[in-house]
């Protein structure tokens, strides 16, 4: 099940304003494709003439599309409500340390262009956000959608980020990124909403839609480079906290392991001790086995050897104590593990469900799924779409829609 949007409540309160109320109509629209006008008044217990009222915008500005009749005798009638896929274009780059994706996608979340190129996060905020710049343009006029009208961007980037602000905050590994105002530098340079957030935030996202959303809350945990957490709410939005900082565990400190320094200048930090990066350090310094890359770990895991296996084993081990302390605080439905560990040994998620199902109360675990990613690289993106198509269904979204017009 692939639902991009997020679920809307069955009723609309009364008193909300008219943006509200089309923000609701829109989602519902969105969730339930086809849906009738009859199907709409039940559904927000509003008078059929009223539905008409708030839905003519809608249609009028071409974000909503009405069929009638043409029943074909086969299947469900081809009448009802439906997002005009053609009203616009999301664009959506996934920037991490070793890769980055750029995507352009209808506000259905179906991908129409998409290109991977090597993101060089040391150059500083205004060299890469331009070459970044440079690259949509140039992909969404070699698709199909190039006279389409660019609703919004989305920029995943590996750092904390001040959600509200667009900017990343005391990144440990972007140098000149620390504060520089992502979202309104973009916004300057293609005239568009922009929204910046957390790497991990997007693939929790991604995860969460693309699954039932009895699946949720979850808690997507990234073992890669880094860790990093990405929690959603049972209503399928994600929780940021108050700053910006909820799901950054990589800096909770593990009992005894002051030995190890971490970048963030703290020590015992997790990240510091059950990273791909803390293991590709052990293996040097306890086996003088040098190990460059992720990719190459992944084949010496691949090809068994003891060694890494052990160390993987042991991280899994360390990382399951913090996550059943999540599930303590918690109680998610589901804890979904990506990046590249996840991806490269099942040995991470036997091990941290070992220790999540032995330590956690059975009550927080009664009910509890502990998986890998569905959708693995593409995790990122799919919840960059969604974030995206939130935004144009939101409130503001349909307010500057109709407004400029
Ligand atoms: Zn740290």
Redesign the pocket.
Known sequence: MHNAVSRASDDVPFRLGQYEIQSQMARLIAVDNGISRADMARMTGMARSTVAEYLQPLLDCNLVSEQRGNYTGRGRPSTGLSLNMKAGVILVADIGVTHGRLVVADLGAHRLAEEAFMPDLTIGPELLLSEIVERFEKLLQSSTARDRPIRCVVIGIPSPVDFERGMPVRP?IMPGWDGFAVADWVRRRMGVPVMVDNDVNLMALGEARSRPGSQSPLLFIKVASGIGCGIVTKDGELHRGADGAAGDI??I?VPLHDDVI???????????IASASAIMRQLQDQKGTVVQTTAELAALITSGDPHAVRLVRTAAAEIGEIVAMLVHMYNPASIILGGKMALMSDDLLAGIRAVVYRRALPLATRRLSIENSQLGRDAGLVGGIALGVDKVLSPRGIQDLLQSR
């Open positions: 440990p990589g800096h400190r971490c970048r963030c200048g703290n020590i015992g930090c997790i990240e510091a």
